[in-house]
């Protein structure tokens, strides 16, 4: 019989469980050890069961298509076999105990930072122990490749697609180096660039960024419940990767390929506003509208708050979140939920200081003030700008955006616009049902007021199209 301490921890991990999600989790682990072979004899009692890495691997290619990378598989093995058993010396070797797979479980998907640390540490490099930047920077990026692979390959992704979307692979490097550079030593410094993957960082480091990068756990979670096909189902058990993808809208069957990656779209969501995660919809792609400023202000304004991403003709990607709708003025309109962002060659959100409040800024076919989109900075000095001359813009920031703390997002200071997307986040606004598309008399306000002037009434009100019906893509 288990001694009476090793009984006592082995069942309060097992009460974290809810009795359904206990019966997934035994499910599981009686599948893994069935395939095992580790029994050998036919009394199973005579031989605990026990799971092994190549039972792990086979339930992962018992698929035509594997749900998850073998790196990470051998990864989560690893992270197994560090559980160490009270009353028992960990020389359990190869095998992996039922109690072992349950405190596992337990730590990652139920666990604190506390809990989850030797574990990860364990899955980061196999001796446990001070880990180089560089050994934390692969697991990163197996977790987040883990991560995309594994909702790709259950049809999580809500109607993103690894075809209608910028290939992963250097979002994946890029999300990771990003994560990566969270990493504080015990003096509060940041190492960076090369320093930061020779440095040694150890396990209460690793523990603080793992507390402070929320990141980590949610794609640990995900590549346990999805990659491993257990808790993935039951209600309220998978708030904290409800969010993690947008649902996708008005890209299906149009034949465009996002200028987004999935890893670059899963952190630009996490930095909106909760209410605006659960949904993202094209409004304006320069592929499919055309490359006019007019046809953009046309798709963008009363459309409720939205993302603008950029590619210039450098490939630089980059682009800001508008925490309001778009109106054409000479003002400077939003609040500090605002920010701006880079995608490629890095990925960082930039978001407000303080210093001003210049946060986003639209006007079109006035004489006295500029005429284009822009955010943060100050006229003509914004960190992201397009001019109405449709094509050219400026991400001016010597050194820095003073609104927003950006760098210059684009290769060159004044750039060529490439391609431009326009996503409305969250649920629509109340007016922008009721009054369609915009006509040209809603965009020029000047001409607008001339007709009022004239006491002419609004003739095109009727021949304005209706909205886009919404279709749904997933």
Known sequence: KMGNAESNAYQNHLSRFLPEEQSDIDGLFETLSGSSGST???????????????????RQSAHTREPLPEPMTARLYNGMKSIDLPGKSSGLGEQIAKEQFVVFMSNLLKGNADEKISIIMRMIAKTGGPL???????????????????????????????????????????LASELLSELKLPDGTKPVGSQLLETNFDQGVIEDWVYRVPQISVFLSVVIRQGLHVLHSLPDQTNDILN??????????????????????????????????????????????????????????????????????DGFLFGGFASHSWE???????????????????????????????YMYLNHGQQTMPNGLGMGGQHGYFGLWIDSDYGKGHSKAKPRCTTYNSPQLSAKED?????????????????????????????DPQAQALLEMAGKSRQSEGLREPMEEEEDDD
């Open 40 to 58: 050998g004899a036919k009394n199973v009692k005579a031989a605990k069961k026990t799971v092994t890495l190549a039972a792990l691997q086979a």
């Open 132 to 174: 180089k930047g560089k050994q934390i920077l692969e697991f990163i990026e197996d977790l987040i490749t883990s991560v995309v692979h594994v909702l790709s390959y259950r049809k999580e992704l809500k109607g993103w697609t690894l075809e209608n979307t910028r290939d992963s692979s250097s979002g994946v490097k890029a």
């Open 244 to 313: 993690l993808v947008p649902h996708c809208k008005g890209i299906k069957g149009r034949g465009v390929v996002s200028l987004f990656d999935i890893p670059a779209i899963i952190y630009i969501n996490s930095h909106l506003p909760a209410e605006m995660q659960h949904k993202w919809q094209l409004l304006f792609s320069s592929r499919l509208h055309g490359e006019s400023f007019s046809q953009l202000c046309a798709h963008i304004v009363n459309k409720g708050p939205c993302i603008v991403v950029i590619r210039d003709l």
């Open 328 to 358: 054409v003025k000479p003002q400077f309109q939003g609040d500090n939920r605002c920010f701006l962002f880079s995608v490629f060659p890095t990925l960082a959100v930039y978001t407000y200081t303080g210093y001003n409040d210049h």
């Open 415 to 443: 750039f060529t616009l490439d391609a431009m997307e326009v996503w409305a986040v969250g649920d629509a606004p109340e007016s922008a049902g009721k009054k369609g598309k915009k006509s040209i008399l809603d965009v």
